[in-house]
DNA sequence: ACCTGAACACCGTTCAAGT
DNA sequence: ACCTGAACACCGTTCAAGT
């Protein structure tokens, strides 16, 4: 059992999350406990209390680990791909390959949920805005002149889009298997919404 | 304390169920617990045992409730509409909307999930299943004598799109506000996807 | 000063015992 | 036969007390 200055406060914190992690991409959302952390690191379920403002915050942090990660994967991408069209399907491809390869850790994003009243914090919205900012990046090239607005209406369409076509893949809701089907579905969502968005229509 | 014999079996288990979704409905998914549940009907916790095999079929239960309703408001939209493209931008609406009235007990169906390996019980399967049918029949008549396959597709793809939206418009993730503006991501989405479906570009 | 360990108010689930 | 109530193994959170 750990001791009193055998870490800083900054020590058990990283302590922590690591170990958290540990168990979400193992066990899942459900498999996580402050005493189950606290048992990983030695310290008494207490000590969490010192660290983190409550297991939301905890669960908060490593969301927040996940949302990095996710958007370094996107930003790469965005830096490699071609034209907008090519760029869009990528970005649609990292998502879906993300959330299959690391679904514990994925759904834990959006399984969490605040108690009622709450809001999430003005720096995690931040991470959640700089991925929407480079999918309406990939779609400018396409978007023609259009207003900004239209722009950020279509990047949420899409990603919103992309998203449920993923969470219900993960579901097991959508009666299909595989995740060449979920990345079928995906690019299909892409192009044919983006033939509209580009095309004669409008 | 209610004492043998006061309700049927059947009776009980009516009287827990509606008693449960009291309180998703007032409190959300996080408020209900078998305990709780047990209390407001008047009979201790190892009651819904004999009549629920756990609280997960008790969750799947009212679930099933909520899709037949869901079930009922798009197959009553179904009826009405004039041609295909109306009758997907209604069946979106339709979504949105009782998404919107009952969040709770809509999110609930998504917040549930079944333990590691545990899958979704057949007839459970066939309530998303009939869904997934209305949209299909929708579809039908804009998919101009293409393979089943691709509509079932399709419909997947829409289906699964405005229902992404929803989610993170429902947990504020999308930097958006309102359900008009939930509404019009959602016909963005089906009006654009179509436009590439039944368009040329196939 | 730092951390413990016990307490409090909750969970889901089981099952011997009471009526 | 039907239901209880207590037990078991868990939760998150707090805080007086120990080192």
Redesign the pocket.
């Known amino acids: ?7 800083s ?1 900054e020590e ?1 914190r990283e302590m922590a999350l690591d170990a958290a992690e540990k168990i979400v991409v193992e066990k899942g959302f459900e498999g ?5 952390v606290a048992k990983a690191i030695g ?5 969490l ?2 660290v983190f403002e ?3 915050d905890l669960i908060l942090q490593i969301n927040a680990r996940t949302l990095d990660r996710l958007y370094a994967g996107m930003a790469e991408t965005q830096a490699t791909a071609r034209n907008g069209r090519q760029r869009m399907l990528q970005l649609g491809q990292v998502y879906i390959r993300f959330a299959d390869q690391d679904p514990h850790r994925w759904s834990m994003i959006f399984e969490h949920r605040l108690a009622e009243g709450r809001e999430l914090p003005e720096w995690y919205r931040e991470k959640i805005a700089r991925m929407f900012a480079i999918v309406e990046e990939a779609l400018m090239p396409l978007a023609a002149g259009r207003p900004g607005r239209e722009v950020a209406q279509a990047a949420r369409v899409i990603w919103g889009g992309v998203h449920g076509i993923c969470i219900l893949a993960v579901g097991n809701r959508l009666g299909i298997a595989g995740v060449d089907s979920v990345q079928d579905l995906t690019q299909s969502l892409i192009s044919n919404y983006l033939a509209g968005f580009t095309g004669p229509a409008g």
């Open positions: 059992m750990a001791r009193r200055s055998d870490h406060r058990i996580l406990s402050a005493r189950k310290y008494t379920v207490g000590t209390y010192l409550n297991i939301d």
